[in-house]
């Protein structure tokens, strides 16, 4: 997976791109919905992986021959989606709450 | 998954403890190794979970019969520990180098 999204990221969290890539379907670009693993260890969102299924019967990354009996679901990345966005979330708070400098007291 | 960890993350990252978490082996609680996903969608260090099926047949999670070919290479999983580490490793400078209050100059 080497596409590029826009930055979405706060300033300073810019080492975190690679896991919210890492967190992202390669046929919408969004984060994973309802995660499925080919055999070739390929992640999609479910609607995704099977709409394309419905023209193709391979892995769109890697075209193994792949059909809907082969996905499995990966619901680790379902949890770490959710946690990812939360923590963004409250990681990017943090940094637009705190001014650069402190004034002095 | 919800074993606790002593807090390794540094003042200010905690909110990344739920996406470490997930990131770990249910049987060493280290990160995940060579991750393996089972049919129950349950992910160990490939070591980790072939010792324990030279034992029992059963996911050690949640007891689902279990065999080493129903084991699926997770490799998403490996790349979001290595790309999760360098990032801790990253936000964790960039919290200790900056100081708490920045001098008049
Ligand atoms: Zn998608
Ligand atoms: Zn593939
Ligand atoms: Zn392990
Ligand atoms: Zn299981």
Avoid: W
Avoid at 49 to 69: A, D, G, H, M
């Amino acid at each position: 997976m080497t596409f590029q999204n826009e930055a979405d990221l706060p300033p300073g969290l810019e080492c975190l791109k690679n896991v919210d890539n890492l967190l992202r379907c390669p046929i919408c670009f969004d984060h994973l919905d309802i995660s499925m693993m080919t055999k070739c260890s390929h992640n999609f969102c479910s609607l995704c992986i099977r709409k394309f299924l419905s023209y193709k019967l391979l892995c769109p990354v890697c075209n193994s021959e792949l059909t809907e009996q082969d996905l499995r679901n990966n619901r680790v990345l379902d949890e770490l989606v959710a946690n990812f966005q939360a923590a963004r979330l409250r990681l990017s708070k943090v940094h637009f709450d705190s001014p650069p400098i402190s004034p002095k007291t």
